[in-house]
């Protein structure tokens, strides 16, 4: 597949902070006594495909939660494609992407007008709209079936177009929760090309999944134990780091540590 | 003896048949034997337990479990096999403990009949038995279920897709936790879209599309790939993924993890190296094992549905 648009993200984002998408500094939540998430300090470069591991219940929702703008922090600070978690959140969930294996297109709608909507949500221009699409169908071989219903489609095509479409408007950032769970072997590794395509553009790529072979194809990747931020390097790092020879083995010998079960 | 056999089943839905779930399924499971049927979202895994479970009816086809006919004989059916569906069913107004009773209730027992059988997995949860089932995290939900399935000692049980969603150390112990159960003498059907399950599987059928695509033990799936394959890494794997796919020797590739994988046409070893090394970058090839995500993937090709992969 070629790459044919993006051009726009190529420059730096204003507000960008010296190159990094996400800055953390002592993250937290907590609800009543319970710490969903105990200071995590972490930063995410631009064009990078992060990854987010973490056991069930580690924290990994609550997080993702924060920074995407929509629930606030207990304490800590956090900037998002330059933006506040505090005050400006409203901008960050301009500025983001995001698609989930449970949530992502409408079903009753075609697929021309699911793109229609989401980059309606966003604002986009008609011409942009227009223009942009045929560039996405062609680049997804969907032009054929553009006005079909989403429903019609295999559940391999209907991640690909999703993701295609949380990142129609060109964010900063996208966050990916699972994006491929249930899908089969050829398709999760179509899904992950289109995923370095969109990194290669510029659009930063937070992603979390319980595909050990996919944390390999991050750049980085981080590991939630209880909360907290346990690991963090590349994963031929994190191996060296921790004596392991796959990154199965080092999520095991991490997240056997944790002492909470969701 | 079979203790599940599965003839021609064909499942349609629609007004219309439009949508064919399940295209002529058959297979049978040997008495105490864990089958694990292994595919994606769409294969066809659901329908195909419900049918077993006497909860849909087949379009076509004839199936039993345990010898009875799962039509005529759904209500000896029903009381002999436990269900555990992909979707939590149990009462979430209900406690943990009163969840249990009730399932022991309706099947005539009690929990104390058999706790003997539900003992290592119930114990777990049965601190917060006063818990109601709906404030239960992810993983104690999943034990609650296991053990409302289990506790009227069915001779079957079903469980669909009991690990999707769970993270990898859940998943482990989850699967170690099937292995005990298996010892009871308990035959289990166990569906999973995750390819790397397959290995705690006495037997596994590959599903696809709604087509079996292989049914074998884990160890005679892989020794059916009869092609060499590499294992190759390098600096730039992006590079190096288009380099394997240009040449001649390489039939398919794809990435692996933190290796490529090249399926090999012939031997073509040494001709994929000298290829390589042209590229003038530095690379590490050796040979390596196919596993169930490998074979999966050339049984998909080679037997391409005409939906998934146009």
Known sequence: MEKTFNIEAQTPPLGDRGGKVITADKLTKKFGDFTAVDHISFEVNRGEIFGFLGANGAGKTTAMRMLSGLSMPTSGKATVAGFDVYKENEKIKRNIGYMSQKFSLYEDLTIRENIQFYAGIYGKSSKFIKDKTEVVLQQLHLQSEADKLVKSLPLGWKQKLAFSVAIFHEPKLVFLDEPTGGVDPVTRREFWQLIYQAAASGITVFVTTHYMDEAEYCSRVSIMVDGRIDALDTPSGLKRTFNASSMDEVFLKLARKAVRTE | ?310
């Open chain 2, 1 to 310: 003896m079979s203790s599940v056999v599965v003839n021609n089943i064909i499942k349609t839905y629609g007004k219309k048949k439009e949508v064919t779930a399940l295209h002529g399924v058959s297979f049978d499971v040997k008495q105490g034997e864990l089958f694990g049927i292994i595919g994606p979202d769409g294969a066809g895994k659901t329908s195909l337990f419900r049918i077993l479970t006497t909860l849909l009816l087949a379009d076509e086809g004839t199936a039993t479990v345990d010898g009875f006919d799962v039509v005529k004989d759904f209500k000896a059916i029903r009381k002999r096999v436990g269900y555990m569906p992909g979707r939590f069913s149990l009462y979430q107004d209900l406690t943990v403990q009163e969840n249990l009773e009730f399932f022991a209730t309706v099947f005539n027992t009690t929990i104390e009949e058999n706790y003997d059988l539900v003992k290592e997995i119930y114990s777990q949860i049965e601190p917060f038995k006063d818990r109601r089932a709906g404030k239960l995290s992810g993983g104690m939900k999943q034990k609650l279920a296991l053990s409302c399935a289990l506790i009227h000692r069915p001779s079957v049980l079903f469980l669909d897709e009991p690990t999707t969603g769970v993270d990898a150390v859940s998943r482990k112990e989850f699967w170690e936790m099937l292995k005990r159960l298996k010892e009871q003498g308990i035959t289990i059907l166990v569906s999973t879209p995750y390819m790397d399950e397959a290995g705690m599987c006495d037997r596994v059928a590959l599903m696809q599309s709604g087509k079996i695509l292989s049914i074998d033990t884990p160890q005679g799936i892989v020794s059916t790939f009869g092609k060499k394959l590499l294992a190759a890494k390098s600096d730039n794997m992006l590079q190096l993924l288009n380099d394997l796919k240009l040449c001649t020797q390489v039939e398919d590739a794809y990435p692996f993890g933190e290796y490529h994988h090249a399926v090999m046409k012939n031997d073509g070893e040494a001709e994929l190296k000298q290829f390589l090394q042209k590229k003038g970058y530095t690379f590490e090839l050796k040979e390596t094992a196919p596993n169930i995500e490998d074979c999966f993937m050339q049984l998909m090709k080679l037997k391409p549905s005409g939906e998934e992969h146009k």
